[in-house]
């Protein structure tokens, strides 16, 4: 007589049927998901937080001066889009204000500077990859270069 022996576990055929089937779902949520997109947005989105914070201090410290913004010993608020930090061609926007009263410490612990800076900035204090300005009818700008949206303004 003959006897049925059980088999038991998979075969070689159902478990590679099923490892491709996981390999395709796990590339379609790769793709789907595209993390260096969201880590860019999430970036993007931290910039235009930083500016809104700059243009924040700027504003407050004008308010609290009869509507005066800004200026240092050598130069005035920015009337072109410039640089934020400590270098020479930058608007030193940390040490900007009336002695005691400046931007850095007063109205801001420090200036932000660009989570990701493009190879052309460094990303620190001498030049936050940032840009600053007034126009002639007294809107402030602020902007970043971003990696989703090219560019991030943020005016007041």
């Known amino acids: 007589m003959f006897t ?3 088999n038991k576990g998979f075969t070689l055929m159902e478990l590679l049927i099923v490892v491709a089937i ?6 379609t ?7 260096g997109r969201q880590l860019g947005k ?4 931290r910039r235009q937080s930083d500016l809104e914070v700059i243009l924040g201090a ?3 410290y004008a308010s609290e001066h009869s509507g005066d913004l800004p ?7 920015p009337t072109t889009a410039t640089c934020i930090g400590t270098s020479l061609s930058c608007f030193n926007l940390a040490g900007a204000g009336e002695t005691g009263d400046e931007i850095v410490p007063i109205y801001l612990v ?13 990303g ?21 270069t971003g990696e989703i949206d090219t560019t991030i303004e943020v005016k007041k």
């Open 4 to 6: 049925k022996k059980e």
């Open 22 to 27: 996981l390999g395709i779902l796990a590339t």
């Open 29 to 35: 949520v790769v793709v789907g998901l595209n993390p």
């Open 42 to 45: 999430a970036r993007d989105a």
């Open 58 to 60: 700027v504003l407050q």
């Open 71 to 77: 200026t240092t010993a050598t130069e005035n608020f």
């Open 110 to 122: 420090e200036i932000p500077t660009d989570p990701k800076p493009p190879d052309t900035c460094p």
């Open 124 to 144: 620190d204090a001498t030049n936050t990859c940032y840009t600053i300005y007034a126009d002639a009818n007294g809107r402030i700008y602020a902007t970043a």
